[in-house]
């Protein structure tokens, strides 16, 4: 059975960091591309971070650039959202998801249309003070 669990958010400051993880079970999350989504309340679930199994492209949306990164711990068939600087607008319920490889141009409208096949079920980050 294919599983995603979220673990890893909580209350942070802001300008504090947060690192989330997503641990797979089911199936080798090295081989799959891998989104990192969020929705804040009252807004639509966008995509956030989505990296292609491949060659690693990975996309950003603007507004994480330079903040948030993924990483891969292949033996713990984990990955790793680092997420630095963080501001009360990153305030969200955070999920990842997991997709069999496609090319990179794919990848990356999956990335912003949200269209992953496997989900996790998300864990709540909220940036206040």
């Known amino acids: 059975q294919v599983q995603l669990v979220e673990s890893g958010g909580g209350l942070v400051q802001p300008g504090g960091s947060l690192r989330l993880s997503c641990a797979a079970s089911?199936?080798?999350?090295?081989?799959?591309?891998i989104g990192w989504f969020r929705q804040a309340p009252g807004k639509e679930r966008e995509g956030i971070l989505c990296i292609s199994s491949s060659d690693g492209d990975t996309y950003y949306k603007d507004s994480v650039k330079g903040r948030f990164t993924i990483s891969r711990d292949n033996a713990k068939n984990t990955v790793y959202l680092q997420m630095n600087s963080l501001k009360s607008e990153d305030t969200a319920v955070y999920y990842c998801?997991?997709?069999?490889?496609?090319?990179?141009?794919?990848?990356?409208?999956?990335?912003?249309?949200?269209?992953?096949?496997?989900w996790g079920q998300g864990t709540q980050v909220t940036v206040s003070s």
């Open positions: 089911g199936f080798t999350l090295d081989y799959y591309d």
């Open positions: 998801a997991a997709e069999p490889p496609r090319d990179w141009e794919t990848v990356q409208a999956m990335c912003v249309l949200g269209d992953f096949g496997s």
